[in-house]
């Protein structure tokens, strides 16, 4: 369950966020620390999310969070990027590792899990797109469980 400050926090961060480039992925407040740790997850908009992107949203955030006076004591801040998972899931994601090898799983039409490799080609409204020994393969989007990407094939 969330902290309660947490839907406070992020309407204050989001457009922070959105005057930057930066989207703001989700906040978590670790109250169970001393002091307590409010870590904000980032990503930008436009390119790679770097080191700069963080510092820039830390100096904004932090002024306009100690000015609204949301948290009352001592905190530590924290702002990151999520980092890159294994798991597709954005378009941007499916746009951004298009030609890397990767592991479908879909569900078969009589209910059976299936998972196939091959080398992305994309993702439409409609379908995945892999490349498996240079046939092109669709499975239909609303049989795809998950995404991710492998090693090599």
């Known amino acids: ?3 309660p400050l947490i839907p406070a ?14 989207e703001v992925v989700q906040a978590v407040f670790h109250t169970n620390q001393s002091p307590p740790i ?8 436009v390119g790679d ?4 992107d963080c510092e820039r949203m830390s100096r904004s955030f932090e002024l306009a969070l100690d000015e609204a006076n949301i948290i009352p004591d001592a905190y530590v801040l924290e702002i990151s990027s999520p980092g890159l998972s294994d798991t597709l899931e954005s378009d941007r994601d499916f746009l951004s590792f298009k030609g890397f090898p990767v592991q479908v799983t879909s569900r078969s039409p009589n209910d059976d899990t299936v998972e196939q490799q091959g080398t992305l080609l994309g993702r ?5 797109y892999l490349n498996k020994r240079g046939r092109t393969v669709r499975i239909a989007r609303s049989q795809v469980l998950e995404v991710k990407l492998i090693e090599q094939l």
Do not use: K
């Not at 999310?49 to 700069?52: S, V």
């Not at 439409?124 to 995945?128: I, Q």
């Open 124 to 128: 439409d409204a409609d379908s995945v």
């Open 9 to 22: 926090i992020l309407d204050l961060a989001r457009p922070i966020a959105d005057d930057l480039d930066l």
């Open 1 to 3: 369950m969330a902290h």
């Open 49 to 52: 999310t770097g080191l700069e």
């Open 38 to 45: 409010l870590r904000l997850d980032i990503r930008s908009r």
